[in-house]
Structure formats: structure tokens, C-alpha cells
């Protein structure tokens, strides 16, 4: 394979030829799901291939291809190399490079348990056990469990010198189950909604989950939503769960501090955003304890890797800092941009969180890279939950993403959970409300945030189906988030 990443770099490597790269990558995926104790689909997929980029007199080209021979590398170099020339007709500034030292490096992140290893009787009797135990409560009328790993193996390789081996390994599992009474529906999921949790480990994650164990648990409250009140209406104090803060997260602060959304390079797919370029430094994002970082680093993360698809090493910097916007997820092509229209008051004050982010990544070898959200995360606070409830004199925990959606710019928004929970003189009163749903205008909402649990509440989500750029890729995104308190957010139904 070294051999074949030297005759594509020889390949690109042309008079005007600024900068080049390669990734080698193959992906194995592995996707199992259960519906009414029937065996739904077992689907496995072995995906393997070459992404040649080129940077030809300040313009990009890209090509990818699955021949793996030397006549097959060759053609897609020079069909990269056409793209960049063909690019140079289309009017716009010419691109420049953040500086970056070369890298010579492996990494692999770890796992106990090789998911790919575990035979599929055992994993399909898992998901079978789960759904028997949701049709054990009466009122269930569809039942749902499942599971999938990945796991990609990659090298990257530059003109600059970079050789980087990376094998990143993915396990997720979940549950859902739907409830009806013959003139409403209810659902309910474990651990979270959108097919349960992923994280960059092995199937010690499916073992810690325990889907038969809170499958019951599960259903039960699926059927009694069928009862439950309606969710009042009007201004509340609320609590998020952490799997919903965690969609919070990445709708209104992932996506908007996406450089490359800012600067307007990305548009077409669900928008730009409000966080703009003269309110670095100046924009209050949130309240004082809002402190919401970017990085690569932290274990078990969705987004957590050695080395982002252009060679830059993985790190965490601040988005926001003590409620203010202090930085950006950036590429080696954004950042220059950025430092270009800043104030001169503003580098001075963004010190360490205008960087490289390491933020470039591609969803299959066949896709040129685009600024990715990584694991951007709410840092835990200082408040136990319990004393936290009994500090709410009246207000809703709401739990499990049940719908979403948010304006082009990311600043409205309005969520939908699947339950929530009455808080009451300081106690959870065991009543349970119906199709609740809250909005807000996001700068307003971050800034009634008074209230964030310690981190033996903080949990890192994952988010394996994060959309962005044309043609679509699907990004793996992770987002650390435990239960916060908001004050006075707007709630209906």
C-alpha cells in the first residue's frame, strides 16, 4: 500500500502543484436489527479505495477510486489534477495553506472487546431478548432493537511529508418501542432516540447498555404516556437530559461554529449561521458558566481520533469560554480566512482558540474532506441532580430527542422530547406529560442557563448520522453533555 500512496503522490506532483494528499482508507461496517422478535436485517459492508486531493496554482481538485492498481491510481491523480485546472475557470480567491510540520505516526483507539469478533448468534440474542421484553407490557404494539459497528483503517499521506496510520473502531446499540391505544401513538427509546448510543469502543459498550435489562422499563413508559396529561403550555424552568442537551448542542452551537458555514463556503445544506466573524470575541453566547469546547481527544468520543483527514493532530480548544464565542472549528483553508478579517483586538484576545481544530474529515475515501463538527461538549458543572431538582421550586425535565428543527442560521429553534417529567416544590412528583416541546431563540436560551450537573452526570453522546455538503456525507460527531437547568424557556405541545 506504501508503494501505491508514493505513485499517487509522484502522480500529482506537477509543475504548480502547491500542496497534495492521500488517504487511503477501508471501511468495515457491520448493522444487525431485531423488529416484533423477527430478525429485520443483517447487512455487512467492506468498502475500500483511494481519495486523491490536489492544490494546483490555489485551486482544489479531487478524485477517488476503488482500482487499486497502479493504472487505476494514476488515472484518478490525473483526474484530480483536471479538476483543480478545470477549477481555476471558476471566479474566486485562490486558496491558502495554514502552515503544518510534517507527521510520521499510528494511532489506534482502544478497545476491550472486538465487536467483529463476537459471533452473531450472540449479538442477535440480545436485540431478540430486548424485544421480548417490551412486548411483555400490554399496549406495545412495535417493538425495535439494534446494533452496528464500524470500524476504518487509513493512512494518510502528504506532498509535505505527513504518513499517518490510523484504525478507529465504532460500537452503538439501542432500542425503541412504539405504544398505541387506537387514537394516539407514544414512543419511547433506550438509551437514546435515533437507534441508542455510539462511541469510538468496542462491544463492551453493548455489555454496559444492557438492553434487556431496560427494555421492560422501557415500554412501560410508552403505554403510560398513552394517559399521561398533555404538557402544559406557557414559561418554565426546565431540566435537559443529557441525551437531548447533547442534540442541543450540536443544532445550535456545532453547526453554527462551523468556519466554513461562517465564511459562507457552505451554504446550500442547512445554512450558514449567526455566529459571525466581527462578534468573535464580543458575542455573548451564553450565560458565564457556559463553556463549550471542541476536541478530539476525549475517550470514547464519536468524534475522537489521532489525526483529522488533512494531518492535524487531534486537541480541544474552547468555541465558547465563560459564555462568550471565542473560537471556530477551522480547516487549513478556513483558518487563514479568518485571521485575514479579525481585528487586531481580536487576535489578541483569542490566544489559544483561533487554531487548526483538526476539524477536515471525509465520510469514505470517495469524498473530499469538509469541516466536521468533532466532539463538541458542554463542560460539566458543579451541581449534584438531586440537589439540583430540589433547587426548582416548579419546572419539567424533559428527556430523548423526539423531533427537531432550527433555522438556516441556527439561532430558532424548536425541539420536541419524548417525555417529561413534573418537577414540584423541589421534587419529582412521579407525573409524567406528553408530547413536550420547547423553543427559543439560541443566544436567549444559553444565557438563562444558571444551573450544570457535575461530571459524575457527564456523559459523551454519539451521533453517527450528521449530515452536511453536496453530494451528502455522514459524519460521526460525539457531544458530552450532563442535565442543565434552564429558566423560563417557552413550552407546549
Not at 122 to 131: A, F, G, H, M, P
Not at 303 to 330: A, M, Q
Not at 336 to 363: E, H, I
Not at 471 to 493: E, I
Request: glycine letters at 10%; one cysteine or more.
Amino acid at each position: 500500500m506504501k508503494a501505491l500512496i508514493n505513485l499517487a503522490l509522484d502522480s500529482i506532483s506537477v509543475p504548480g502543484l502547491d500542496y497534495g494528499d492521500v488517504r487511503f482508507v477501508n471501511r468495515k461496517t457491520e448493522s444487525l436489527s431485531t423488529r416484533d422478535g423477527v430478525i429485520e436485517g443483517i447487512e455487512a459492508s467492506d468498502s475500500t479505495g483511494i481519495g486523491i486531493r490536489v492544490l494546483l496554482n490555489g485551486y482544489w481538485g479531487f478524485a477517488g477510486t476503488n482500482d487499486l492498481s497502479a493504472t487505476g491510481v494514476k488515472k484518478a491523480a490525473k483526474k484530480a489534477l483536471e479538476i483543480a485546472k478545470s477549477s481555476a475557470s471558476i471566479t474566486g480567491e485562490k486558496v491558502r495553506l495554514y502552515p503544518l510540520k510534517p507527521v510520521i505516526d499510528e494511532y489506534k483507539t482502544p478497545y476491550k472487546i472486538d465487536p467483529f469478533k463476537v459471533s452473531l448468534n450472540e449479538k442477535v440474542k440480545i436485540l431478540l431478548d430486548s424485544d421480548a421484553e417490551m412486548k411483555k407490557v400490554k399496549g406495545v404494539t412495535t417493538c425495535q432493537s439494534f446494533m452496528k459497528s464500524w470500524r476504518e483503517n487509513k493512512i494518510f499521506a502528504s506532498t509535505e511529508g505527513s504518513y499517518i496510520k490510523q484504525e478507529i473502531t465504532e460500537t452503538g446499540a439501542g432500542l425503541d418501542c412504539l405504544a398505541t391505544d387506537g387514537h394516539e401513538a407514544q414512543n419511547r427509546s433506550y438509551p437514546n432516540s435515533f437507534r441508542g448510543q455510539f462511541q469510538t469502543t468496542g462491544f463492551e459498550l453493548v455489555e454496559k447498555l444492557d438492553l434487556p435489562g431496560h427494555a421492560q422499563k422501557t415500554a412501560e413508559e410508552a403505554v403510560a404516556l398513552l394517559k399521561a396529561d398533555e404538557c402544559p403550555s406557557g414559561e418554565f424552568d426546565i431540566i435537559l437530559d443529557g441525551n437531548q442537551l447533547a442534540l442541543q448542542i450540536h443544532e445550535s452551537c456545532g453547526h453554527p461554529t462551523e468556519l466554513d458555514r461562517v465564511l459562507g463556503y457552505e451554504a446550500a445544506y442547512a445554512g450558514t449561521s449567526f455566529m459571525n466573524i466581527d462578534g468573535l470575541e464580543i458575542l455573548k453566547y451564553g450565560s458565564e458558566i457556559v463553556n463549550l469546547t471542541a476536541d478530539s481527544i476525549t475517550p470514547g468520543g464519536l468524534g475522537t481520533f489521532g489525526y483529522d483527514d488533512e494531518g492535524v493532530k487531534s486537541g480541544k480548544h474552547y468555541l465558547v469560554k465563560n459564555g462568550i464565542h471565542v473560537g471556530y472549528l477551522t480547516s487549513r483553508e478556513t483558518l487563514p480566512v479568518l485571521l485575514s478579517k479579525m481585528t487586531k483586538d481580536q487576535r489578541l484576545l483569542t490566544n489559544d482558540n483561533v487554531v487548526l481544530t483538526g476539524a477536515m474529515r471525509a465520510d469514505s475515501w470517495q469524498n473530499i474532506p469538509l469541516v466536521r463538527m468533532i466532539n463538541v461538549s458542554l463542560e460539566p458543572g458543579t451541581w449534584n441532580l438531586n440537589d439540583l431538582i430540589a433547587d426548582t421550586k416548579y419546572g419539567l425535565f424533559l428527556s430523548t430527542n423526539r423531533s427537531w428543527s432550527i433555522d438556516d442560521r441556527r439561532i430558532n429553534f424548536q425541539f420536541g422530547t419524548e417525555i417529561a417529567y413534573e418537577i414540584k416544590n423541589g421534587k419529582l412528583t412521579g407525573k409524567i406529560f406528553k408530547n413536550p416541546v420547547y423553543s427559543g431563540i439560541t443566544p436567549s436560551f444559553w444565557n438563562s442557563c444558571d444551573a450544570i450537573c457535575n461530571k459524575d452526570y457527564y456523559q459523551v453522546w454519539g451521533t453517527p448520522n450528521c449530515g452536511k455538503g453536496e453530494p451528502s456525507q455522514l459524519a460521526h460527531t460525539g457531544h458530552g453533555a450532563a442535565p442543565a437547568r434552564f429558566r423560563k424557556v417557552k413550552v407546549g405541545r
